[in-house]
T-cell receptor
Framework: DGGITQSPKYLFRKEGQNVTLSCEQN?????MYWYRQDPGQGLRLIYY???????QKGDIAEGYSVSREKKESFPLTVTSAQKNPTAFYLC?????????????FGQGTRLTVV | GENVEQHPSTLSVQEGDSAVIKCTYS??????FPWYKQELGKGSQLIID?????GEKKDQRIAVTLNKTAKHFSLHITETQPEDSAVYFC?????????????FGSGTQLTVLP
């Protein structure tokens, strides 16, 4: 079945550590996105990539890094520079065509800093 | 860039009543408008979408309307049920260049009271 998979579902990190969240899709979508959601707030864009080997900062990119070495994968690294990393992270992929447009989300990763 | 505003932020309705959530967008080039439902502990799920060449789309108890002139679109849920309780997000997507990213509203917490 085609879809988008995030892992892990829950992640605990010690302060000062970097951690990488996985996002994989087999939908052949060009564009992939990372969002952060905090309690009582909407989604905020961290990074997005419209094509392999290219990505752009979103509204809250500080303290995060990404890579897009292949179309299927868009991992997000939460670095120690991110001052408040505890949040729910959502990855999405979107077809880039001008005809049918599909957008799918992963199940999310809940990151907690302990 | 695109700016999407969503209202209300919270909405409570009695079971069986209708619920309406409204979004406005700023970029007249946006041509795709999806709605997502996010339940506690789960990732977001696409529930309905509409493209700019259509004014209204319906799927059972859910409908979406689009007014391109006024640049607003709305989600309508009829005969609400307790399982409709969730956070709902609207989004708008442009058709070219930097407007291709998906911009989300801030979300609406819908509570259906039994």
């Amino acid at each position: 079945d085609g879809g988008i998979t995030q892992s892990p579902k829950y992640l605990f990190r010690k302060e000062g550590q970097n951690v990488t969240l996985s996002c994989e899709q087999n939908l052949n979508h060009d564009a992939m996105y990372w969002y952060r959601q905090d309690p009582g707030q909407g989604l905020r864009l961290i990074y997005y990539s419209q094509i392999v080997n290219d990505f752009q900062k979103g509204d809250i990119a500080e303290g995060y890094s990404v890579s897009r070495e292949k179309k299927e994968s868009f991992p997000l690294t939460v670095t120690s520079a991110q001052k408040n990393p505890t949040a729910f992270y959502l990855c999405a992929s979107i077809s880039q065509g001008y005809g049918n447009t599909e957008a799918f989300f992963g199940q999310g990763t809940r990151l907690t800093v302990v | 860039g695109e700016n999407v505003e969503q209202h209300p932020s919270t909405l409570s309705v009695q079971e069986g009543d209708s619920a309406v959530i409204k979004c406005t967008y700023s970029d007249s080039a946006s041509n795709y408008f999806p709605w997502y439902k996010q339940e506690l502990g789960k990732g977001s799920q696409l529930i309905i979408d509409i493209r700019s060449n259509v004014g209204e789309k319906k799927d059972q108890r859910i409908a979406v309307t689009l007014n391109k002139t006024a640049k607003h679109f709305s989600l309508h849920i009829t005969e609400t049920q307790p399982e409709d309780s969730a956070v709902y997000f609207c989004a708008a997507k442009g058709s070219s260049g930097s407007a291709r990213q998906l911009t989300f509203g801030s979300g609406t917490q819908l509570t259906v009271l039994p």
